[in-house]
């Protein structure tokens, strides 16, 4: 069935809220749907009792979720923005994603956070980042990165079903977009990533709202005669470097698009990983597309030039098709 | 091991000599280097360790501080599993993994401690929300210091607990240093007590070298909350004997101010209570340490005898 993003979430939690009575949601308006509408109609359902509404208070919250999971809920935690998961790193990066560990596995924390990120609406530097790559640094976390809705759905239901804290980051651009999902249980394995479009010429990993512009620069490619392939890793951490190492074996060459700024994000690491196990294999040097270096800006004209576009992946396969 | 939820004063007095015993040859093994790291020790303050978790149900959860080896003791923890752990040994707790900073010891019910000031607090109040759906009526018992008292998990969290009538019972251990530096130096309230008020919870301070004005007023406090009438604060006045870990000089101090505390010894009050009412005999007094200096040097034997973490257990338990 056709679905936007946005429901597939909400269809996902509900089903596992459905199935599973220790599933609480805690988070700042959760109860009132939040402020797109992602969990609306889910407190009628299952009572403020277990859509729990907060005050700002981010890291005390997330610190009342790791409680709650070490005592036996399964707890789902919304930070509203991803900018603001900066107020609850403390307890996220040295409790839920440490205590599993430090415990000698006596303790597991079977925490989701969602959490939306990235640029739609200038609404500036507070309320735009893309901060996936601190997250996938941890050891102990798991960090999710849905690129449509069927895996939106998927992902999210496999998420609440791991013992381990899971960041689910949706984009907000991507809440309104629609996509098929497949009817009855759809669960999507956390650390398996997806060939979107198959092509020998290059390859492109997409992260995120990046895999439709990736996915519109292929058709244009085609065009011309340069078939890309395309893979979302849906998972950063762990991350499926086996798909991405075996297509670039077969094109070799290599483009990785985020909307996080390049330094120090998520394809480095890809980069660094493909390296390793397919140098041999590359015909070129390894190319990024990624943000400027700069925060987020507010205005409209500004943030487009911040973005990477369909024109800028085109300009990168190019650049390492004709650099071979 | 120490079983919770007694209240024979005799019983009490073991566990805080096994407390004391504990730390006093943790201290004599980190001087040996047989146990490094950091290393904070509660000494002077085992009256409220033991005071509070003797009110406590077995199946009540505790979550602790960093200077926490009292507070996991108290609750029940084994003290050769407990100094395996310090001492770094594939048999402690945590598999050597967690150290004296990150005791879990989840089958007595003490959950975890932490090496982030007040990290627990917020912790707490999640496992007494999962308490109060389970309707069991068990309630959570936290640990933290004064110096816990000036971040902002601590007032979003009375804020919280305050809030949704939570079933945890916040216990400030408020020794009047954070760290290397007096509470005066850092607030201008003197009674953690206060914000605590500030929130709607009932809150009182008591003298916590005093087992047994710590006994009454937990006492009181887990029974309000069990009834399912919300948190409750207790403020316990003591002070550590040490350094804030080992290997502090402890310069900050005066020296006189040491010895105004080591009067105050709880331990010694303890007895000295007893001894008025005649219920413990100089005998008695004598075996009560040895028992426990005994027992400790068992628990060091099995801890130093143990072996280390095999080499794969690095990268092991990262994900469950």
Same mark, same amino acid.
């Given at each position: 069935?056709?679905?936007?993003?946005?429901?597939?979430?909400?269809?996902?939690?509900?089903?596992?809220?459905?199935?599973?009575?220790?599933?609480?949601?805690?988070?700042?308006?959760?109860?009132?749907?939040?402020?797109?509408?992602?969990?609306?109609?889910?407190?009628?359902?299952?009572?403020?009792?277990?859509?729990?509404?907060?005050?700002?208070?981010?890291?005390?919250?997330?610190? =009342? %979720?790791?409680? $709650? /999971?070490?005592?036996?809920?399964?707890?789902?935690?919304?930070?509203?923005? &991803? *900018?603001?998961? +900066?107020?609850?790193?403390?307890?996220?990066?040295?409790?839920?994603?440490?205590?599993?560990?430090?415990?000698?596995?006596?303790?597991?924390?079977?925490?989701?956070?969602?959490?939306?990120?990235?640029?739609?609406?200038?609404?500036?530097?507070?309320?735009?980042?893309?901060?996936?790559?601190?997250?996938?640094?941890?050891?102990?976390?798991?960090?999710?990165?849905?690129?449509?809705?069927?895996?939106?759905?998927?992902?999210?239901?496999?998420?609440?079903?791991?013992?381990?804290?899971?960041?689910?980051?949706?984009?907000?651009?991507?809440?309104?977009?629609?996509?098929?999902?497949?009817?009855?249980?759809?669960?999507?394995?956390?650390?398996?990533?997806?060939?979107?479009?198959?092509?020998?010429?290059?390859?492109?990993?997409?992260?995120?709202?990046?895999?439709? =512009? %990736?996915?519109? $620069? /292929?058709?244009?490619?085609?065009?011309?005669?340069?078939?890309?392939?395309? &893979? *979302?890793?849906? +998972?950063?951490?762990?991350?499926?470097?086996?798909?991405?190492?075996?297509?670039?074996?077969?094109?070799?060459?290599?483009?990785?698009?985020?909307?996080?700024?390049?330094?120090?994000?998520?394809?480095?690491?890809?980069?660094?990983?493909?390296?390793?196990?397919?140098?041999?294999?590359?015909?070129?040097?390894?190319?990024?597309?990624?943000?400027?270096?700069?925060?987020?800006?507010?205005?409209?004209?500004?943030?487009?030039?911040?973005?990477?576009?369909?024109?800028?992946?085109?300009?990168?396969?190019?650049?390492?098709?004709?650099?071979? | 091991?120490?079983?919770?939820?007694?209240?024979?004063?005799?019983?009490?007095?073991?566990?805080?000599?096994?407390?004391?015993?504990?730390?006093?040859?943790?201290?004599?093994?980190?001087?040996?280097?047989?146990?490094?790291?950091?290393?904070?020790?509660?000494?002077?303050?085992?009256?409220?360790?033991?005071?509070?978790?003797?009110?406590?149900?077995?199946?009540?959860?505790?979550?602790?501080?960093?200077?926490?080896?009292?507070?996991?003791?108290?609750?029940?923890?084994?003290?050769?599993?407990?100094?395996?752990?310090?001492?770094?040994?594939?048999?402690?707790?945590?598999?050597?993994?967690?150290?004296?900073?990150?005791?879990?010891?989840?089958?007595?019910?003490?959950?975890?401690?932490?090496?982030?000031?007040?990290?627990?607090?917020?912790?707490?109040?999640?496992?007494?929300?999962?308490?109060?759906?389970?309707?069991?009526?068990?309630?959570?018992?936290?640990?933290?210091?004064?110096?816990?008292?000036?971040?902002?998990?601590?007032?979003?969290?009375?804020?919280?607990?305050?809030?949704?009538?939570?079933?945890?019972?916040?216990?400030?251990?408020?020794?009047?240093?954070?760290?290397?530096?007096?509470?005066?130096?850092?607030?201008?309230?003197?009674?953690?007590?206060?914000?605590?008020?500030?929130?709607?919870?009932?809150?009182?301070?008591?003298?916590?070298?005093?087992?047994?004005?710590?006994?009454?007023?937990?006492?009181?406090?887990?029974?309000?909350?069990?009834?399912?009438?919300?948190?409750?604060?207790?403020?316990?006045?003591?002070?550590?004997?040490?350094?804030?870990?080992?290997?502090?000089?402890?310069?900050?101090?005066?020296?006189?101010?040491?010895?105004?505390?080591?009067?105050?010894?709880?331990?010694?009050?303890?007895?000295?209570?007893?001894?008025?009412?005649?219920?413990?005999?100089?005998?008695?007094?004598?075996?009560?340490?040895?028992?426990?200096?005994?027992?400790?040097?068992?628990?060091?034997?099995?801890?130093?005898?143990?072996?280390?973490?095999?080499?794969?257990?690095?990268?092991?338990?990262?994900?469950?």
């Amino acid at each position: 069935m056709e679905q936007t993003y946005l429901d597939a979430i909400r269809a996902g939690l509900r089903e596992e809220m459905r199935r599973d009575s220790s599933v609480y949601v805690f988070g700042e308006d959760v109860a009132l749907g939040g402020p797109f509408g992602v969990t609306k109609g889910l407190a009628e359902e299952f009572g403020q009792n277990r859509m729990v509404n907060t005050p700002i208070s981010e890291g005390t919250v997330m610190g =009342l %979720a790791i409680g $709650a /999971a070490t005592a036996g809920l399964r707890p789902v935690v919304e930070i509203m923005f &991803i *900018d603001f998961i +900066t107020l609850a790193m403390d307890q996220l990066v040295n409790h839920a994603a440490k205590l599993h560990y430090m415990s000698g596995g006596q303790l597991k924390i079977p925490l989701t956070v969602r959490v939306q990120c990235g640029i739609s609406g200038a609404m500036g530097a507070h309320h735009s980042q893309s901060l996936e790559a601190w997250l996938a640094h941890v050891p102990g976390l798991k960090v999710v990165m849905p690129a449509n809705a069927a895996d939106a759905k998927g992902l999210l239901k496999a998420a609440i079903r791991d013992d381990n804290p899971v960041v689910f980051i949706e984009h907000r651009g991507l809440y309104w977009s629609k996509g098929e999902v497949p009817g009855g249980e759809h669960i999507v394995s956390l650390g398996t990533a997806a060939v979107a479009r198959s092509g020998d010429s290059v390859t492109i990993v997409a992260l995120a709202n990046m895999l439709a =512009l %990736a996915l519109e $620069a /292929a058709e244009d490619l085609a065009a011309e005669g340069i078939f890309a392939e395309v &893979i *979302d890793p849906r +998972t950063i951490s762990p991350l499926d470097i086996e798909t991405i190492a075996t297509s670039v074996k077969k094109t070799g060459r290599l483009v990785v698009v985020h909307e996080a700024v390049e330094q120090g994000g998520i394809g480095a690491e890809i980069v660094a990983r493909v390296q390793q196990q397919a140098f041999f294999y590359l015909d070129s040097p390894i190319v990024r597309v990624a943000a400027a270096f700069a925060p987020v800006p507010a205005g409209r004209t500004l943030e487009q030039q911040f973005l990477p576009s369909k024109t800028r992946i085109i300009e990168a396969v190019r650049q390492a098709i004709a650099s071979c | 091991m120490a079983k919770t939820n007694s209240l024979d004063p005799i019983e009490l007095l073991r566990r805080m000599w096994l407390i004391r015993a504990f730390e006093e040859k943790a201290s004599a093994l980190y001087a040996e280097r047989q146990i490094v790291g950091l290393l904070h020790l509660g000494i002077g303050q085992e009256a409220v360790a033991v005071g509070a978790c003797c009110a406590l149900r077995a199946d009540d959860l505790v979550y602790g501080g960093h200077r926490s080896h009292g507070h996991a003791i108290a609750k029940g923890a084994d003290v050769n599993r407990l100094m395996a752990e310090l001492a770094g040994r594939a048999t402690g707790y945590c598999g050597g993994k967690g150290g004296s900073m990150h005791i879990v010891a989840k089958e007595t019910g003490f959950i975890t401690a932490t090496g982030v000031v007040g990290g627990t607090i917020p912790l707490a109040l999640g496992a007494a929300f999962a308490a109060k759906e389970k309707k069991q009526n068990q309630v959570v018992m936290v640990f933290f210091g004064d110096g816990a008292g000036q971040a902002g998990p601590f007032h979003e969290s009375l804020n919280i607990a305050s809030l949704w009538q939570l079933p945890v019972i916040f216990i400030c251990e408020n020794n009047g240093y954070a760290e290397f530096t007096p509470l005066s130096a850092h607030t201008k309230i003197k009674r953690l007590a206060r914000h605590a008020k500030t929130y709607g919870i009932p809150a009182g301070t008591v003298d916590g070298n005093d087992l047994f004005a710590v006994r009454d007023a937990v006492e009181k406090a887990v029974k309000k909350c069990r009834d399912g009438k919300g948190p409750v604060f207790v403020e316990c006045l003591t002070h550590r004997m040490r350094g804030h870990y080992e290997g502090d000089p402890a310069k900050y101090r005066e020296l006189a101010q040491l010895s105004e505390w080591k009067k105050k010894d709880p331990i010694a009050r303890v007895v000295r209570a007893l001894k008025s009412k005649k219920a413990i005999t100089d005998k008695m007094i004598e075996a009560t340490e040895r028992e426990a200096r005994d027992r400790i040097e068992k628990a060091a034997e099995f801890a130093l005898s143990s072996p280390w973490p095999a080499a794969g257990e690095v990268a092991s338990q990262v994900t469950a």
